[in-house]
């Protein structure tokens, strides 16, 4: 990119140093010019100056800075010995340093503003990274409280399926005892529950405790409200009249306390919620003096929802099904 | 009114008269431009750097030098010298700019692999 002028007299400077270093042994006494210091550093500064990064910074001032190293050169090749050639490469030399420092400048004001852009890229980095995080962890909470919700609302449906099934089942109930009543004898009693009221002589024979043909009927009707009544505890109470040995009448009652069992557990009534109980002639609901009120006496009674019945015979209550009477001595019964 | 406008009639004749004695003009421009650049010079704070303060002082002596030439009225010599201080005092100004400037991109230069070494360790 140099002028072929330049290049010539960069070589004649060279010639002129070589010939003067040559020279300068034997020309000291005839007065031969060596080239001076000042030039010397002038030159060594401009060449520094070119290979920094002043040449493609500021060229202007390397311009500047060559045109004076010239002017140097000029001076020193007119007259080897002139002052004004030291102080025009003196000159040169400073103005040669200077270009490079405004080249230094140029080159960390470039540095200077690239680092600001990168340091608010750098901050927008961290900026999107932590909103990034966030939102992360935001639809993450969002997830979790979307899942929240939607369990709340299979619980809450669950309960309402639950609460609807528990009031159709009690309704159900409710309308199977009703229905029961229409052929049987039912009453609500307080601390027992609902009572049942089945003849004696419509389920046995006298003295008998095998159920009668037509008393299966009857116990099937039983057997469908009961069914329905879940989660309620069954129990059959036996009951004669007074005619007869207590104790027969007290076994007499119990096996057909038992028979009634066995008959609603075989049509499916659940065996767990029913025990069978014998009264035999205790808790009377008549006079035993007249045939009439005997005959209501002997009765079996099935009480639902009833808790903390007899305790005392509470052993005897579930005892092996299929048990019938041998006794037949209950001739009044 | 008379004094004040008869000081750069004098002057003006003492100019003429040197020129006529075959001597240069006094360089009044280079030695207001050299003081103006020793100034700059010092403004900027060429005096905290090392370097940018021996070119300073330079100049300084110079300027020094350069009076004295005027004042035996060696005006062409004093013209160069005041030339050689300006240059000095210039220089020292680039000098201490471009130190300045070098600082503060390093500094920046050092925050922003910091902040970097921040990105890369979340």
Redesign the interface.
Known sequence: MKSIKEREMLKRNRFGLASGLLLAAGMIGCGGAAVPRELIDARHAYAEAQASPAASLEPTQLYEARKALNRAESAFNEDDES??AR??A??AQ??A??AQ??G??SY??R??AQ??R??IA??D??QN??AE?LSTELNKTRQEVELGKRELQTGREQLAVERTARIAAEHRAKEAMSKLAEVASVREVPQRGTVITLSGSVLFATGQSTLLPNAQEKLNQVATALREQSEQSITIEGYTDSVGADDKNQQLSLRRAQAVRDYLVSQGVPAERVQAVGRGEGSPVASNDSPEGRANNRRVEIVVGARGTGSATSDATRAPSGQTAKSGSDAYD | MHKTKAVPISFALLALAAVGCGGAAVPHDQLVSSQASIRAAEEVGANSNPTAQL?LRFARDQVAKARTLIADDENE?AK??L??AQ??A??AI??T??AS??A??EQ??S??AA??Q??QQ?
């Open positions: 002052k004004e102080d025009l003196y000159i400073r103005k340093q200077r420092a405004l230094g400048i960390a004001t540095q200077l680092a600001q990168d340091h750098a901050q980095a961290i990274k932590t995080k | 070119h010599e160069l010298v030339q050689r240059a000095d210039d220089l680039a000098i700019k471009e400037v070098r503060q991109a920046a230069l925050q922003v902040l970097r921040q990105i979340r």
